[in-house]
């Protein structure tokens, strides 16, 4: 119930604040109101990408498929899997965030969605310039430290995590 309210609460300052705007600034109201649909026009295909992409999900990946490949507690391709999306995912990290919390939903642990994340670090559209910068030798070990050492990182975010989620 009190998330409702402060959602309703949120909704009416803001209101409140962009009304104030219109009397107060009238002449700025007009550039902050396209300010806003511009934003609002480049949001708006990254909301369909991520509601495309959730679909996707809940039409591939049901809580079966999660379970099964989830009963082996060490299990190698669940770990491939989280470390190599991690690593091939593009775009802005908000846009994984609710697709993330949908996985956890359905049943994935905190583990991989960590591995996931730490793996996004790894930015193979950038290779070419940190081997033009670093060498190649170097490029690939760090690639391959990254994602061998976000396994162990995972398992104490796990760890952390639900040992404070208990409290």
Known sequence: ????????????????????????????????????????????????????????????????????????KSSKKLWLISIVSGIISMGPIYIWYPIMKELLDKGLKYRYIAVFLYNRGIKLQLLPMLILYFGIKYSITLMIVMAIYSIPQAIIVEKLSTKYKKN
């Open 1 to 72: 119930m009190k998330k409702k309210n402060g959602k309703w609460i949120f909704l009416i300052v803001v209101s409140i604040i962009y009304l104030a705007t219109y009397f107060i600034f009238n002449d700025k109201f007009g550039l902050i109101t396209n300010m806003f649909l511009d934003l609002v026009i480049k949001i708006i295909p990254i909301f369909i990408v991520v509601f495309l992409l959730m679909v996707l999900i809940n039409y591939f990946i049901d809580n079966k498929t999660i379970k099964k490949t989830m009963a082996d």
